[in-house]
């Protein structure tokens, strides 16, 4: 009995350690890459990202204008904004802003920066006087427009001639007519004078420049990335 007993123990130890000498040899040999090393090695072969230098924020233009068509300018200094357009709104009548001069000031000596411009069209309706303009309504924008290097931050603005101050969507006269009645306001009368233009440009209806718009670019790296956009509102009419 005693020696039945005795190799039933034996059995038994023998069986433990073997499946102890199996577990530790699967571990060392046969175990799977533990899940780190695979995510270490996809970061490895991804292409790390590339960000553009920021954007200066301390960037302006200085905007001449002309007076009456004479030797006279006038000069406004505009900062830039990267997340809004910028509105100048206090042109006058005899103040012009096509062909002059319009500098880049700020930034690094060494940044290299472009100017472009549009313009955009609106309707108005005239009287002997008054007129009513339809800037909130329908527009023609031009496409924007390289302008004339004369120095190295100092362009030229577009000339007169070279905008088509007369184009512009077409509209039936049942259309001018809802425009005019829903913005005529204090002026009733521009109604009755809407109804005798059966086109946005037959008389007493016309069409003109009602905006200029300057967008100035930096070049970083190799493209040229967007400063900031100026709106100067042209006053229609006379």
């Excluded at 970061?43 to 200085?62: F, G, H, T, Y």
């Excluded at 411009?117 to 002997?128: A, D, H, I, L, N």
């Excluded at 800037?135 to 924008?141: A, C, E």
Aim: charged share 25%.
């Amino acid at each position: 009995m005693r020696k039945v007993i005795y190799g039933i123990c034996v059995a038994l130890l023998t069986f433990a350690i073997g499946a102890a000498v199996h577990y530790l040899t699967a571990q060392k040999h046969g175990a799977p890459p533990a899940p780190a090393s695979n995510s270490a090695a996809v970061r490895v072969d991804q292409k790390p990202e590339v960000k553009a230098p920021p954007v200066p924020v301390n960037v302006s233009i200085i905007l001449r204008t002309n007076l009456d068509d004479k030797a006279e300018f006038k000069y406004r200094t505009l900062k830039l904004s990267s997340d809004k357009t910028v509105v100048v709104d206090d042109i006058d009548v005899p103040e012009y802003v096509d062909g002059q001069e319009i500098t880049i000031r700020g930034s690094d000596p060494s940044a290299r920066f472009w100017i472009s411009e549009r313009y955009r069209t609106s309707m108005t309706v005239m009287g002997e006087g008054p007129h009513l303009d339809l800037v909130d309504w329908r527009h023609f924008d031009s496409e924007w427009i390289p302008l004339e290097r004369i120095a190295d931050r100092k362009f030229r603005t577009l000339a007169s001639e070279r905008m088509d101050g007369d184009k512009f969507p077409g509209a039936t006269q049942a259309e001018i007519m809802a425009a005019v009645r829903k913005r005529a306001g204090d002026w009733p009368e521009a109604i009755e004078l809407a109804k005798k233009c059966r086109a946005p440009n037959e008389y007493p209806c016309g069409v003109s420049v009602s905006s200029v718009f300057f967008r100035v670019e930096m070049l970083v790296g190799d493209q040229w990335t967007n400063v900031g956009v100026v709106e100067v509102q042209i006053p229609m009419g006379c």
